[in-house]
């Protein structure tokens, strides 16, 4: 299979992330630079793995758009046999250590604490006792109710003293941008299952968004 990779690193605007694009993935002269022509391209091109990386350290300016894109690979993998699409962030990043929570073997870390741990040990938090902080988060608060990744994320800025308005307005924001207005558990796996997604890879791809996310806003604001 064909693998691309894609680095998102220092982009910020649109013009720019499609000029990466071509060039990473040598798309045809016929690519009209828009996220339709790419899923029209990617649509012709599988099997193919892309491995996006880095997206959280894009530029501001492209946040928005990037949940589109983010979106959309996911509709067109869904739909595309043979095309595979991953997102990992920079190894030394607190999204790629929540990522290495989740896949853990010997432990189970629900959402939530795979979100929390890595932040409490940037503060110097115990990771055991962030554990039994979020313990009951997981799974939408145990009852399908707003996931526990997104919560995790709330968590984890309160805990670095990223409590202002417009901030935490953005982060609810961005996060809705991504997933049709939808924040809740039970909403965002039917969604997920109506693209023909399975629950632990969706699972995953909301602790990696809500951690990577979180962590941006948090260095943003000083706070890392």
Same mark, same amino acid.
């Given at each position: 299979?064909?693998?691309? /990779?894609?680095?998102?690193?220092?982009?910020?605007? &649109?013009?720019?992330?499609?000029?990466?694009?071509?060039?990473?993935?040598?798309?045809? +002269?016929?690519?009209? @630079?828009?996220?339709?022509?790419?899923?029209?391209?990617?649509?012709? /091109?599988?099997?193919?793995?892309?491995?996006?990386?880095?997206?959280?350290?894009? *530029?501001?300016?492209?946040? +928005?758009?990037?949940?589109?894109?983010?979106?959309?690979?996911?509709?067109?993998?869904?739909?595309?046999?043979?095309?595979?699409?991953?997102? *990992?962030?920079?190894?030394?990043?607190?999204?790629? &250590?929540?990522?290495?929570?989740? @896949? +853990?073997?010997?432990?189970?870390? @629900?959402? !939530?604490?795979?979100?929390?741990?890595?932040?409490?040990?940037?503060?110097?938090?115990?990771?055991? #006792?962030?554990?039994?902080?979020?313990?009951?988060?997981?799974?939408?608060?145990?009852?399908?109710?707003?996931?526990?990744?997104? #919560?995790?994320?709330?968590?984890?800025?309160?805990?670095?003293?990223?409590?202002?308005?417009?901030?935490?307005?953005?982060?609810?924001?961005?996060?809705?941008?991504?997933?049709?207005?939808?924040?809740?558990?039970?909403?965002?796996?039917?969604? +997920?299952?109506?693209?023909?997604?399975?629950?632990? #890879?969706?699972?995953?791809?909301?602790?990696?968004?809500?951690?990577?996310?979180?962590?941006?806003?948090?260095?943003? !604001?000083?706070?890392?």
């Amino acid at each position: 299979m064909r693998s691309d /990779t894609i680095d998102l690193r220092g982009l910020g605007s &649109r013009e720019a992330l499609h000029a990466r694009l071509r060039e990473s993935l040598s798309l045809p +002269d016929w690519y009209g @630079n828009n996220l339709d022509a790419l899923h029209d391209v990617l649509g012709e /091109t599988a099997p193919r793995e892309l491995i996006v990386k880095n997206a959280g350290k894009a *530029e501001e300016p492209l946040r +928005d758009y990037l949940a589109a894109l983010r979106r959309m690979l996911s509709d067109t993998a869904a739909e595309t046999p043979g095309l595979v699409v991953r997102w *990992e962030e920079a190894s030394d990043s607190l999204a790629a &250590r929540a990522q290495a929570l989740r @896949n +853990d073997p010997a432990v189970h870390y @629900n959402c !939530a604490q795979a979100v929390l741990v890595p932040f409490a040990e940037a503060a110097g938090l115990d990771p055991a #006792t962030a554990c039994r902080l979020a313990a009951n988060f997981g799974g939408g608060m145990k009852r399908a109710s707003v996931c526990g990744a997104v #919560t995790g994320g709330l968590m984890a800025l309160g805990l670095l003293g990223v409590e202002d308005g417009p901030v935490i307005a953005e982060y609810h924001r961005r996060l809705k941008a991504a997933h049709e207005g939808c924040l809740d558990c039970a909403d965002l796996l039917r969604l +997920d299952r109506e693209r023909g997604g399975d629950k632990k #890879t969706h699972c995953d791809g909301m602790v990696r968004e809500c951690a990577a996310l979180a962590e941006e806003l948090a260095r943003r !604001a000083g706070k890392l």
